[in-house]
């Protein structure tokens, strides 16, 4: 099961290339913009490092937000295309259900609460369960959603002010990791993964945006 898994929507842009839950290369663009121009480059070269070929992948795996507006849009334009291109499927996975908890594609038990920097002075938040989402998506400052959670038994806050946040509603368990705990195209592609091997419905992953908030414009640029 070889899967390409691209993230854009975030500060930065990556992608992984996952065999059986293997990850066997990685690639990010630290740069906050002008991934349009140079991804398809980049996982390429990836995959040569890697020694995987084109013929080789199965699967696409995209990113689809919350996030970025434009790094939303460059990172299923990317998926799609190399869909259209291979002749494979190509799925979806909210960004806040890979931080659920994937990084070893095992998703983490009991209540937990993924976050992703909104660049607008707050986070989007959702609560999963056993890797199932148990809310809507939050759109709101750190302060608010401590009031909005304060009654849930979380044992794991993850992602952008995780720890301001674990601070006070009392959950110990809030790694930021690196880039600021987002989401990236290991963890999507492991969605991906561990949904297949559970024969999950695949209508429910489809490569479409999920934004939940309209774009700035004029402002701060997505």
Known sequence: MVILGIEASGNSASAAVVDGGVCRGTMRLEARFGH???LTEKIDAMLKKAGVDYAA?????????PGSFT?????????????????VPVYGVSSLMALAGYEAGICVAGLSLSLMDTRR????????????????????PLAELAVEFSGQKLVRIRGAG???????????????DDHNGESDGAMVARVIADALKKGADMADFPPSPRYHAAPLLGGVKG
């Open 162 to 176: 995780a720890r301001e946040l674990g601070a006070l509603l009392g959950v110990s368990d809030c790694p930021e």
């Open 57 to 65: 992948l199965q699967y696409l795996a995209v990113g689809c937000g």
């Open 36 to 38: 349009a121009g140079v």
């Open 71 to 87: 790094g939303i849009r460059v990172g299923l334009a990317a998926a799609v295309g190399y869909g259209l291109a291979l002749g």
């Open 121 to 140: 002075g707050g986070v989007f938040a959702q609560m999963f369960e056993d890797g199932k989402a148990v809310s809507r998506v939050f759109d709101a």
